[in-house]
């Protein structure tokens, strides 16, 4: 238990005192980009605050976090989900990789980051390193296990009025990276239900082949049964699993080893009838499932545009489930990281964020039932829309514009310092409980209070480290 004494607090304020104007606030210019394909111009200001402002606010939270450690009192009482308000009723969400590990929390550096032929140990002047990207995370590449990515992760999506995350998912079995991807996937499930966001599983039928050519095989067919009751007995049950027209939302990148409808429906019959999922495959292959497809979705194509006007003249017809795609741009690092398999050298040009306002006003996304944003975090293909160096906040800012909520960059750049913040100051205790207490003012809300008190911190105890050395 986290012990508050005096001793602390008068810690505290020495360092106040002793380092009183040492550190003053950076002022961040964020480009607000409109929806309308106008130019970007509007450049938004952080605010300044006060020496004074600042330590009363750090000496009110330190009072209240030594209140609640004796009783409830000074406790911010914890709220169920976050309530956004979005001016635009289409609900939208983002494919998310959950297959990416870091050295510094995973003890190496996964394959998504290093493919065949890079090295994130090697690092340019600036620091930045080495990865099977041609753009790099605003934050340096990192493990999709850490709490810390996934509340920085979480959190930007809700305040760029994302509904939920679909997962790209490899089943259950033990084989190349397969298991850890699914374990990495679960744990943001308690994550997403504390913030009130959605999620779905798209599954890649591939896998049931690479299981079947094991040494010790399993039927692909058996396989993909065992697979869909995992998802099943573990997925469908938590508050916050997609759900459509009452149905749970499963999604195939596919189908590309069972194509046929007996097959699938063998696999089907796992499902208890009144849990039978609404199922979408990939666009063009609803056919080779047969009525067991609800629905089908677009991915990112050569032809762009083309593409999703043959989709949405083609799926009219047939009443199925229509999924709009926008994406910020295409350009595959496979061939330079060494890889072959899914090698891509046609590119989709990033146009300063206009390829992604053309694909999320597409004309026909009014028909569609929801949206899904390709990709959130998929470095390798060059679709992420989460901040880079390169475009910064820009697709989330009109991500914002699109669904109407009441945030802009600034908001954003709240969320990006308490991820910096934790991270800075991971080894101080009483500066985690801190910024523990900014996530739940977040969620209520109380955005600016965040603020502050991330600024208290930075600005006042990062001598803390030289005062416990002493």
Known sequence: ??????????????????????????????????????????????????????????????????????????????ISGMDIVKTNPKKVYVHYMPWFQSKDFDGYWGQHWTMSNQNPEIQDQNGKREIASYYYPIIG?????????????????????????????YGTKDIYDYELIKKSTETFIDNLEDLGLQFSIMYEDRVV???????????????????????????????????????????????????????????FDIFPTENHPSFLTLWGSSGQVGPNATGEFLWVDKDHLLAHEHYYNTLQSENLITVG????????????????????????????????????????????????????????????????QEFGFMYLQLLQQYTGVSYSGKHLQIILDLYHTRKEYKDIAEVQYLLNRCYKYIKRGKLWRAKKIIKAIRRFLKEIKKLNKE
């Open 1 to 78: 238990m986290l012990r508050f004494s005096n001793a602390f607090s008068i810690i505290i304020f020495i360092a106040i005192i002793s380092f009183y104007s040492c550190e003053k606030d950076d002022i961040n210019s964020i480009s607000e980009p409109l929806i309308d394909e106008q130019p970007i111009s509007e450049i938004v200001q952080d605010t300044v605050f006060t020496d004074a402002e600042l330590s009363k606010i750090l000496e009110e939270e330190l009072k209240f976090l030594e209140l609640e450690e004796h009783s409830a009192r000074g406790a911010i009482v914890d």
């Open 141 to 169: 590449p990192y493990s999709s296990g850490d709490p810390d990515l996934q509340e920085y992760h979480l959190l930007l999506m809700k305040l760029a009025g994302i509904d939920g995350v679909i997962f790209d998912w």
């Open 209 to 267: 082949k690479q299981v079947s050519e094991q040494p010790i095989s399993i039927e692909a067919i058996k396989a993909a049964q065992e697979d869909f009751k995992y998802i099943n007995d573990e997925y469908f049950s938590s508050s916050e699993y997609l759900k459509y027209n009452d149905k749970n939302m499963l999604f195939i990148f596919g189908p590309n080893f069972l194509t046929t409808e007996r097959e699938w429906d063998l696999v």
């Open 325 to 388: 795609s926008s994406y910020p741009g295409f350009k595959s690092f496979y061939r330079q990281g060494g890889w072959t398999e899914g090698i891509n050298d046609w590119t989709i040009d990033f146009n300063q964020g206009q390829t992604f306002v053309e694909t999320l006003n597409y004309t026909h996304h009014e028909q569609s039932d929801f949206i899904q944003i390709i990709t959130w975090n998929d470095f390798g293909e060059g679709t992420m829309i989460e901040p880079t």
